[in-house]
């Protein structure tokens, strides 16, 4: 059984800083692409950043270059998401999920974040 599990949001000031973790189990790596959404309330769900789980190759949104940094840890299965500078707009409920065979195929349950101004 494939689970995503998210951790590391919570309510933080505008300015400050969280470290998202993703831990996945159920899965053998391969060229899989990992990635972070977000989806803020009453808005479509959008990705953040991505990365393959082998490669350096990475991926921002515009609205986050320069703020947040994808990173992964092979041997804990594990992705993260390091988030600087936030701001009240990144107030959103973040999730990771698994890109297998053109698709986003696996979620995790998703992991609030909230930026007071």
């Known amino acids: 059984q494939v689970q995503l599990v998210e951790a590391g949001g919570g309510l933080v000031q505008a300015g400050g800083s969280l470290k998202l973790s993703c831990a996945v189990s159920?899965?053998?790596?391969?060229?899989?692409?990992m990635a972070w959404f977000r989806q803020a309330p009453g808005k479509e769900r959008e990705i953040v950043s991505s990365?393959?789980?082998?490669?350096?190759?990475?991926s921002y949104a515009d609205s986050v270059k320069g703020r947040f940094t994808i990173s992964r840890d092979n041997a804990k299965s594990t992705v993260y998401l390091q988030m600087n500078s936030l701001k009240p707009e990144d107030t959103a409920v973040y999730y990771c999920?698994?890109?297998?065979?053109?698709?986003?195929?696996?979620w995790g349950q998703g992991t609030q974040v909230t930026v007071s101004s």
């Open positions: 999920a698994v890109r297998r065979f053109g698709k986003y195929a696996y």
């Open positions: 159920g899965l053998t790596f391969g060229s899989d692409v």
């Open positions: 990365c393959y789980w082998s490669g350096s190759s990475t």
